[in-house]
T-cell receptor
Framework: DQQVKQNSPSLSVQEGRISILNCDYT??????FLWYKKYPAEGPTFLIS?????DKNEDGRFTVFLNKSAKHLSLHIVPSQPGDSAVYFC????????????FGTGTRLKVLA | NAGVTQTPKFRVLKTGQSMTLLCAQD?????MYWYRQDPGMGLRLIHYSVGEGTTAKGEVPDGYNVSRLKKQNFLLGLESAAPSQTSVYFCASSYSILTGGSEQYFGPGTRLTVT
């Protein structure tokens, strides 16, 4: 049973436009969410996070939105750049204190120049 | 500051052989994790450790063992490799909840093929 779902395996966006990556979760105990970016042949790197007490967190071109009632979060990248082309994973954790995260299956973003 | 390193980067094993993957971190992180990534499956947690001398099972622990004898090292062992263990393995580390910080820092991965 996939507790964290990324239903879009891939997404293509023109350079300069907005990229919106979506993530849904089923466990209402999740209280912390992260986005990671992964380039081929490299490990994932942390991008941005959000706590369940917030509904928005912004860091430069990256903004994460959290809708707890819908159990949905999204990552907005504005403006999109070719260097943003990568696989994006969302991850969720409950308050168990061990920082165990459940990862989604990833969305491959391609930013077209 | 090397961050998280993994040894080896690539390995091919025959069914039934054993091997150990080494993860090392130089950030003084308390928590360490082993994940596997398979096509269409995302990252799945195999085992994790919340401190030196402690280990715990994750989502997919069967067929693997781990040890954390030193704070900076986390070893993943396959006692009798099976083709189903063909995967890319990632190690990660993070600070504990007591010291703040929650994102995980990942190593570059080990690509393992079992024939």
């Amino acid at each position: 049973d996939q507790q964290v779902k990324q239903n879009s395996p891939s997404l293509s966006v023109q350079e300069g436009r907005i990229s919106i990556l979506n993530c849904d979760y089923t466990n209402s105990m999740f209280d912390y969410f992260l986005w990671y970016k992964k380039y081929p042949a490299e490990g994932p790197t942390f991008l941005i996070s959000i706590s369940s007490i917030k509904d928005k967190n912004e860091d430069g071109r990256f903004t994460v939105f959290l809708n707890k009632s819908a159990k949905h979060l999204s990552l907005h990248i504005v403006p999109s750049q070719p260097g943003d082309s990568a696989v994006y994973f969302c991850a969720a954790s409950d308050a168990s204190g061990t920082y165990k995260y459940i990862f989604g299956t990833g969305t491959r973003l391609k930013v077209l120049a | 500051n090397a961050g998280v390193t993994q040894t080896p980067k690539f390995r091919v094993l025959k069914t039934g052989q054993s091997m150990t993957l080494l993860c090392a971190q130089d950030m003084n992180h308390e928590y360490m994790y082993w994940y596997r990534q398979d096509p269409g499956m995302g990252l799945r947690l195999i085992h994790y450790s919340v401190g030196e001398g402690t280990t715990a099972k994750g989502e997919v622990p069967d067929g693997y063992n781990v040890s954390r004898l030193k704070k900076q090292n986390f070893l993943l062992g396959l006692e009798s490799a099976a083709p189903s263990q063909t995967s890319v393995y990632f190690c990660a580390s993070s600070y504990s909840i007591l010291t703040g910080g929650s994102e995980q820092y990942f190593g570059p991965g080990t690509r393992l093929t079992v024939t």
